[in-house]
């Protein structure tokens, strides 16, 4: 984590033209007019009309099904505008959301899960935004279903970290730290993105602000390896851990992600890397960097990989560049592999960091020049 | 690629007339003086000093007040990709030396993407920034005895490792590279500004290997004007090489044809040393020492027993180890190198001490018959090493100009 930043999301709403004010679930049956009826089923998800005005928009759900179901209101690139869980076979439920003009779709969910049944929907009015490529919202799409996996599968490698702090267990809790942040440092663009869960899990100690409380990983950190004693206390901070990691979890869907946003985010987990990572100050108690500096790799990778299609296009020697200086970041990873992790980032020379340092810069200048060749045409 | 980018003397231009004129007028000047050759001295009005001619700019030209000196290792082993940054490097630093932002300057109009220009030198003048490239003995064959780029046979014969001398201390950190830049600009910033451009259109084919600031001149290139003292508080180099002495840079400077490599004929040898100073111990020695160990007097920087600080100095007047007496001349056989040294002071070190010395830079045609047998008497015997050591040391062959647009650093090596 860095110690100040603009958040992505900040960066973000002043691009995109896409923004809308996730609205609220009301328990009134909405019959009326103004509201779009939504049917559905365990098979089907009807709408009644599939355009209207910009502006306040009100769903008025009914279920028809045998299984409980979720309506969900999806803008470009699967971010969702609102959503409601919970609604029984039988049942009604009002959804209302604030939607700027543009292209959305309203998806129905059986069984609460899955990518739902989808219907396209147009808010008409002005200022629509100008279409994005389909390439783009799907890339945008992919990397929040990436960004999603990395929670999902964050949260029970954290919960076995937790488990063994819980137990006093101090070797376990070693053991199990580096892993369960792995997802997290792939994603970290988009868990900042929510100003409030990064402080909670992911500060250290310098970053702390005056009366703030030192909570998360890296709290436990000091305890595991420098200090090598679990308290009372924390177990509890292992408990709040859990508790943040599934909000971050929950909110991922909601995240505002652009195709720029995707690049930018690339561009900013090298810069983790090269501010955190390589000077060693990231893990300062456990030298765990190496593994934290792989999960920032791969997640610009992943980005950068979504959104080749259009950048191979518009700029093809930056593409030719980042796979070349993408690769080369990997292999000299690979040379501190050990057991299924890294060395001990200590163990590794004042010469060998420049080396990484370089490789890094290597990598981080083109890729600072993906944003353009994903909005140049 | 349009040339949109505003030059820093048009941008003066916009803010007062009378200061672009004062610009223009000071860049013309330099032109007049230098003709074809671009290394002559140059009027001191933050002007610019021309980037091609038949030697390289920052060597004879006049010395300018501050240094950004980057030794880099090249980290691709594509020599493909070499020749392509160094044509894009020359090509940024005919651009800088002009006064202009590289690329498509500092604020683009795709605010998606980080500008070209790093921006800090928007709006201020030329300052006579020259920018000299130099090629180590790392790139033709590296320290694990590897040729990357098939130059191994163009090594010139004088381009091999200096050898150690009695005292150094030699930091590998701060040593050696596969290549070189000297920034040198009246206006620190602008000098600055160069290498940094330089190193990140470099990043994944070259790294910075080490670099450093040097915020005074120690040497001057023009007989006319003030020789500037040391960090020791001493004028020392009076009898440098005058960059409009052209007979003495054709003996002492250049490399003629005769000697080769074809590749430098016109090109020169530069040493450059980290020395750093126990400035301490010296600020604690008594002036009579202190005068002693260079054999010239603090005022007035005179030779011993004389009035002036050019006047001839009659070394036997001064003790056996002064500095002067054994850098001189005439004690060495008539060896003379171009200095072109900067005092250096990089905060302080952990023991509270000042992190502060020369950084040493000569020219010379051969150092074989140059830096080596002059160092070699200095290290042995001069009494000014109770006070200095050597902690960084590096040897670059520093090609011929740039002739022209088309023409780019290291052509005639590569081709």
Known sequence: ?377 | MTDVSPSRRALIGWGGAGLALGAAAAGGTAAALSGDDSTGPVDDGGGAVPFHGAHQAGIATAVQDRLHFAAFDVTTDDRAELIGLLKEWTEAAARMTRGQAVGDGAVGDLVEAPPDDTGEALGLKPSRLTLTFGVGPTLFRDKKGKDRFGLAGRRPEALADLPAFPGDDLDAARSDGDLCVQACADDPQVAVHAIRNLARIGMGKVAVRWSQLGFGKTSSTTPDAQTPRNMMGFKDGTRNIPGTDAAALTKHVWVSEKAGPAWLAGGSYLVARRIRMHIETWDRTSLKEQEDVFGRDKGEGAPYGKQHERDTPNLKAMLPDAHVRLAHPDSNGGIRVLRRGYSFTDGTDGLGRLDAGLFFLAYQHDVREGFVPLQRRLARSDALNEYIQHVGSALFAIPPGVRDADDWWGRALFT
């Open chain 1, 1 to 377: 984590m860095r110690a100040a930043r603009t958040s992505v999301v900040a960066a973000i709403s002043a691009l995109t033209t896409l923004t809308a004010v996730a609205g609220c679930a009301e328990k009134s049956d909405g019959k009326g007019s103004d509201a779009v009826q939504v049917t559905a089923s365990d098979s089907a998800c009807e709408v009644s009309k599939t355009s209207f005005p910009a502006g306040h928009v009100k769903l008025a759900v009914e279920n028809k099904g045998s299984k409980t179901t979720e309506v969900y209101v999806y803008a470009p690139g699967d971010r969702i505008v609102t959503e409601r869980e919970n609604i029984g076979p039988g049942t009604k439920a009002v959804v209302n959301a604030e939607v700027k003009a543009g292209s959305y779709e309203i998806a129905c969910k059986p069984g609460m899960k899955g990518h739902g049944i989808r219907q396209k929907v147009t808010a008409t009015g002005k200022g629509k935004a100008a279409e994005r490529d389909p390439r783009l919202d799907k890339a945008v799409a992919a990397y929040r279903a990436y960004a999603q996996a990395q929670a999902d599968e964050t949260l029970p490698k954290a919960q076995a970290f937790a488990d063994a702090v819980k137990k006093d267990d101090l070797a376990a809790a070693k053991k199990a730290y580096a892993p369960s942040r792995v997802g997290w440092e792939r994603t970290e663009p988009v868990a900042e993105s929510f100003g409030d869960i990064d402080p909670k899990v992911d500060v250290r100690e310098d970053g702390l602000e005056k009366g703030q409380k030192w909570t998360g990983w890296h709290r436990l950190e000091k305890s595991l390896w420098q200090t090598k004693k679990i308290t009372k206390a924390d177990h509890d901070l292992a408990d709040q851990l859990i508790k943040d990691l599934k909000d971050w979890r929950k909110r991922v869907g909601t995240a505002e992600i652009t195709p720029t946003g995707m690049a930018n985010g690339a561009k900013e987990l090298l810069d983790e890397v090269q501010t955190g990572k390589v000077t060693g100050e990231e893990e300062r108690y456990s030298h765990t960097d190496l593994v934290d500096f792989e999960g920032n790799v791969e997640g610009a990778r992943t980005s950068y990989r979504l959104l080749k299609p259009v950048a191979s296009k518009n700029d093809p020697a930056l593409a030719k560049e980042l796979d070349k200086q993408f690769a080369a970041v990997m292999k000299q990873l690979d040379e501190y592999r050990e057991g299924d992790g890294f060395v001990s980032y200590d163990t590794v020379s004042e010469t060998k960091r420049k080396e990484l340092s370089d490789a890094v810069n290597a990598l981080a200048e083109p890729l600072s020049k993906l944003a353009a060749a994903v909005v140049s045409k």
